[in-house]
């Protein structure tokens, strides 16, 4: 959905340059059809199957989008209670949500159970105390799955594997019978599901398939011993092409889950966040400076590593792309912000044939992207524009600088 036409880079059927000099820069960028279309891969593996794709909404958690998937019946994936307020606020059914996390606190407990969630997907014995309590106090039940850690390795960054034993998710594997037994017995809760998530970005899905095997294992154990489950939950991790990897196929995937899963009574959750979102969005960014140098040479852009951390924080790579001609010749640059930082870089090495003024597109950027900005050097966060066909909508107005200090106080 992000092609060259006469030249020029396009979103759908609008020059990346009209956005530019219509909401400004550092802006990201979304294709409805892109994003639509990868949620429509996810449904239509679905198809014919009882599962659920809840959006992972922490990896872009824009209301527009939250709307968009909200609309194809997708439900979501939350992380927080401000992530529960987003998705309602969005429009998406309580019913259809799943919360997981490793630090819910009571009062987070009592909004989602208040909201009549789907579930939790607990992440230890003292949360299922907690949620136990809370459930209590409420005079209500809450249905509860368990996070189990396989102890499988992802084989991705390992800020962003959480299946191994030495990662603070989940329940290790071999107490998690246990755990269940002690749930059940718990009046206040509902033991309906087993979840795992292993990690993020994963370009193979050996690893996932491993975990699926050894949750199969568990789920049907524990209903030899009447503890049955409803529900099971994949969690996601499939990663996108950020360069030249070649991502999982997601019908492939779901299809080998549902082969295995077979015969057995469970509804199937899938709970995918970068593989919805990250394709569909770019940064749009602008040259302010060319500084060229005997070591190296600097593009200095007005995004910076507040935009978008992932260069700074996983020495993630993404494309970067002249949107226009400059009619000049190529060279060799580090793009970079304005921010004090030397981490503050978005690509390295990179060949372009730019000149100051010229806009870049960052690519790949639909995904933990916006939703990890930070005001970092009193910088505004970006605006977000959402393509559809040949229309576009400001999606989040570019914040403000009086904004960014309106809950301070001087000393009296
Ligand atoms: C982050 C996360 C996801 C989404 O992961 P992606 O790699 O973006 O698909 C799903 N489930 C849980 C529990 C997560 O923490």
Redesign the pocket.
Request: charged letters at 20%; aromatic letters at 0%; a neutral charge.
């Given at each position: 959905m992000f092609e060259f036409r006469n030249g020029s880079l396009h979103a759908e059927s609008v020059p990346l340059d009209a956005i530019a000099h219509e909401f400004g820069t550092p802006c990201y960028v979304y294709s409805r059809a892109a994003l639509e279309g990868a949620m429509a891969q996810y449904q239509s593996a679905c198809a014919g199957h009882d599962a659920l794709v809840c959006y992972?909404m922490?990896?872009n958690s824009n209301l527009a989008i939250l709307d968009l998937f909200a609309r194809t019946g997708a439900g979501f994936?939350i992380?927080s209670g401000g992530e529960l307020a987003r998705a309602i606020a969005a429009g998406a059914d309580p019913r259809k949500i799943i919360f997981?996390g490793v630090g819910k606190s009571a009062a987070e407990m009592r909004y989602a159970l208040q909201s009549d969630i789907l579930c939790f997907?607990v992440e230890s014995a003292a949360e299922l105390t907690r949620l136990a309590a809370v459930a209590d106090s409420m005079g209500r039940r809450a249905a509860v799955s368990i996070r189990v850690n396989p102890d499988v390795d992802a084989r991705t960054h390992p800020y962003i594997s959480?299946g191994l034993k030495e990662n603070k998710f989940g329940i290790e594997f071999d107490a998690a019978p246990e755990l269940y037994r002690t749930a059940s017995r718990m009046p206040q809760l509902e033991v309906v599901g087993m979840d795992c998530?292993i990690g993020?970005?994963l370009i193979e899905t050996a690893p996932l398939l491993e975990a699926l095997d050894k949750m199969l294992g568990l789920v049907d154990s524990l209903a030899g011993e009447g503890i049955g489950l409803r529900h099971l939950d994949r969690?996601?991790?499939?990663g996108i092409r950020y360069r030249d990897e070649t991502p999982p196929d997601v019908a492939a995937y779901l299809g080998e889950v549902f082969a295995r899963v077979g015969a057995r009574k469970l509804k199937l959750v899938f709970?995918?966040?970068?593989?919805l979102v990250g394709n569909a969005g770019v940064l749009l960014t602008r040259i302010e400076y060319l500084k060229p140098g005997a070591a190296r040479n600097f593009a200095v852009v007005d995004a910076a590593m507040n935009n978008l951390i992932r260069p700074a924080l996983y020495e993630a790579w993404h494309d970067i792309v002249a949107v226009g001609d400059s009619g000049v010749a190529q060279a060799v640059y580090d793009v970079v912000g304005p921010v004090c930082e030397s981490g503050d870089f978005l690509g390295k090495e990179r060949e372009l044939a730019v000149k100051e003024g010229a806009l870049l597109a960052v690519m790949s950027a639909g995904?933990y992207a916006m939703c990890m900005s930070s005001n970092y050097n009193s910088r505004p966060r970006a605006a977000e524009v959402m393509v559809d066909g040949e229309k576009m909508q400001l999606i989040r107005e570019r914040e403000r600088p009086e904004g960014l200090f309106a809950l301070e106080h001087l000393l009296r």
């Open positions: 992972a922490k990896a994936d992380v997981s997907n959480t998530h993020s970005n969690g996601g991790g499939l709970e995918p966040g970068r593989s995904a």
